[in-house]
């Protein structure tokens, strides 16, 4: 039975994508549910799986655009994967999970385990690796290396690329060679998703009135309270906090205060939503994404931080849908995962506004009269001056300072808790 596979729908609003990548080889055997290519929208890129297992065969190139609907290929079921291609996919799957706890392991653990030891064979094969782990597997099954070597039946691009990216031994040290003056140039399609992005850049800085103010925040307050709090807070959530949560909450309930920053412009209207959706920006190959943590003024720190957390992770692995990227009152964007200190962020439209974080360096400021060494932040607010005056855009950013430099704040409703205790 020929079974057809289809552009599937990533939203409402997308009628075309664009074949990304196929992630099988045209002709290969696939097994029901494994993730055979990707989609690009103008929004985000997603997977398409197998519905059924047997042989592939492509109906479109990648670089290709197809209606959502189209057949993008076809499975012939006839063709089953057999025992041993399916137990050779589930091993390669345990195998890079192994890799992935191996990786995971603390430094200390790694240097009292057994190294990975050089079995000679054959003058055929020279020497080969083996890791722990295959050896123990080795040693149950009674095998041998040459076994092993032996039993081989195919060379794939996998093996090939495995070998590639093995480091070259050299029990000398040299300096690194000078690269060879080439002239060549390489040519690359824009994707669906950067062709979109780059057409909304544009258009914020033609189409809106965008300014930018800059403060400092002292990190101190919150790097302290993670780190006095964080084995806690891992014990009873089971991840870590991190300063993205602390910053979400922090512009929430900013926007009591200023919530011109959460409105928007629509024709000759201004819109106010009384919630607060943030816009999180996630870099990922792909491009840049903005998933959304919705109602952010009613959740908890927590509640945050694994949103966001649940959220990345989704974008990274091209598993996020188009709703979780769709809408958004407010952005915020960090560069200080880069190492910028200092930037002016794009507003992302229809939002009027966006928070960018910057990297923490400890710099000499005066407290009290004192010179001491904190660890400060520049932050950064752009913004839509057509429908957020300076005041609001200054204020703002001011009482989000005041928020993560006194984060008990965040309990008070932004009030001095001194001064609720004397009801004044």
């Known amino acids: 039975m020929i079974v057809e596979i289809k552009v599937p729908s990533p939203g409402e609003s997308i009628t075309e994508v664009e074949v990304g990548t196929w992630l099988v080889e045209n002709g290969s055997v696939v097994s029901k549910d494994q993730e055979i290519a990707e989609i690009e929208s103008d929004k985000a890129t997603l997977t398409v799986v197998a519905a059924e297992g047997g042989k592939i065969e492509f109906k479109a190139e990648e670089g290709d655009t197809l209606e959502v609907g189209t057949v993008v290929c076809t499975i012939d079921t006839s063709v089953a994967p057999t025992e041993g291609e399916k137990q050779e996919k ?3 799957a345990e195998t890079e999970e192994l890799e992935k706890i191996e990786e995971a392991k603390p430094k200390d653990e790694e240097k009292n385990q057994e190294p990975a030891k050089e079995v000679k064979v054959s003058d055929e094969h020279d020497k080969v690796k083996v890791t722990s782990v295959a050896r123990e597997m080795m040693k149950d099954l009674n095998l041998s290396v040459d076994d092993i070597v032996a039993g081989l039946r195919r060379i794939g691009k996998k093996e090939v690329e495995a070998v590639a990216s093995m480091p070259k031994s050299d029990s000398g040290t040299s300096l690194p060679q000078p690269k060879e003056a080439s002239r060549d140039e390489e040519r690359q399609k824009m994707t669906s998703l950067r062709r979109k992005l780059s057409q909304r850049l544009v258009a914020v800085k033609n189409e809106t009135a965008m300014l930018t103010t800059f403060n400092e925040i002292d990190m101190s307050f919150v790097m302290d309270l993670r780190k006095k709090y ?32 959460n409105a928007q412009l629509d024709g000759e209207e ?7 959706d943030v816009g999180i920006a996630v870099s990922t190959p792909k491009g840049l994404m903005v998933p959304i943590v919705r109602n952010a003024e009613s959740k908890s720190i927590p509640q945050i931080e694994l949103e966001i957390k649940e959220l990345a992770t989704k974008a990274r692995n091209k598993k996020i849908s188009v709703e979780e990227l769709t809408g958004g009152t407010f952005t915020i964007t960090n560069g200080g995962v880069f190492g910028s200190l200092l930037s002016t962020p794009i507003i992302n439209p229809p939002q009027s506004a966006i928070l960018g974080m910057h990297n923490i360096v400890e710099r000499p400021v005066a407290v009290n009269g004192q010179v001491v060494i904190r660890p400060m932040m520049y932050v950064a607010l752009s913004y839509d001056h057509r429908i957020i005056d300076g005041k609001d855009s200054v204020g703002f950013l001011v009482k989000v ?12 409703g932004g009030h001095e808790p001194e001064m609720l205790l004397l009801d004044i």
Do not use: C
């Open 90 to 92: 589930e091993t390669e």
């Open 230 to 261: 964080q084995d806690q807070f891992v014990k009873k959530h089971g991840f870590k906090v991190g300063f993205m949560s602390f910053f979400t909450k922090a512009v929430a309930q900013a926007m009591d205060f200023h919530p011109m920053v």
């Open 270 to 276: 201004i819109v106010s939503p009384q919630y607060v």
């Open 401 to 412: 300072k005041e928020f993560i430099e006194n984060p008990e704040r965040m309990l008070t």
